[in-house]
């Protein structure tokens, strides 16, 4: 599969459409989601074009991957989730239902969590 350059989150990176910036560095561009699940529910990307975890466990350089998951941490620690806990979700591939092709994940917290997974039918 190769990396649609169309997509919303390259569009964001690329400054053409507009997003609520949490945190910003090198490696990662944070913001909130536009449909939030949890009160805190922020999505974090890498700045590199990355189809999913997948493809980005196995193309980044490796300071790429250690900027990156640094930076999810660190953004769990600015939104005040760490200490209380909270989850990452990433979804890769139409069966997860990855809605963008661009690698990413979700911080969310502040609540007490279910479960994940419903019960297999």
Request: aromatic residues 10%; neutral net charge.
């Amino acid at each position: 599969m190769t990396y649609d350059e169309t997509n919303i989150f390259a569009k964001i990176l690329r400054g053409e459409l507009p997003a609520k910036k949490l945190y910003e560095d090198d490696y990662a561009l944070a913001f909130p989601d536009i449909h939030p699940q949890a009160p805190v529910h922020v999505l974090v990307i890498p700045k590199g074009k990355y189809i999913s975890a997948a493809d980005f466990n196995a193309k980044a350089p490796p300071e790429e991957l250690t900027g990156f998951y640094r930076a999810v941490a660190h953004i769990a620690r600015l939104m005040g989730v760490e200490e209380s806990g909270y989850r990452l979700i990433c979804n890769i591939g139409p069966d997860s239902q990855q809605m963008v092709p661009h690698f990413h994940v979700h911080i969310l917290g502040g609540k007490k969590m279910g479960h994940l997974l419903a019960a297999s039918a």
